[in-house]
Nanobody, 123 residues
């Protein structure tokens, strides 16, 4: 099970930090990441962590978002800075049973999903 927290409403330029705690799943070297889905749009990968803690980001968030994980706490994080209205979406934590490069992790299948946490950015 994956449980997200940390979403909320913020003005453009602000910051939020999302957390995702896993139970009955160990992040270890598997692909894990954050995804988002805005109303009327398809779900997209935001940021992923692969084996070796290598990361990949969607072009739209590079330089503004940072993904990290604490294996000891089985927790995944997403630090979001310089938020924009177009970042408004439901954000989901996801975990895979696959191991690969960070680019592989952007497109692989994720077996486990959290319930999502809403992020709303106003202009």
């Amino acid at each position: 099970q994956l449980m997200e927290s940390g979403g909320g409403s913020v003005q453009a330029g602000g910051s939020l930090r999302l957390s995702c705690v896993a139970s009955r799943y160990t992040f270890s070297n598997y692909c894990v990441g954050w995804f988002r889905q805005a109303p009327g749009k398809e779900r997209e990968a935001v940021a992923v962590i692969a084996r070796g803690a290598f990361t990949s980001y969607a072009d739209s968030v590079k330089g503004r978002f940072t993904i990290g994980k604490d294996n000891a706490k089985n927790t995944l994080y997403l630090q979001m800075n310089s938020l924009k209205p177009e970042d408004t979406a439901m954000y989901y934590c996801a975990a895979s049973t696959m191991i690969g490069s960070s680019l592989y992790c952007l497109s692989t299948i994720y077996a486990y999903w959290g319930q999502g946490t809403q992020v709303t950015v106003s202009s």
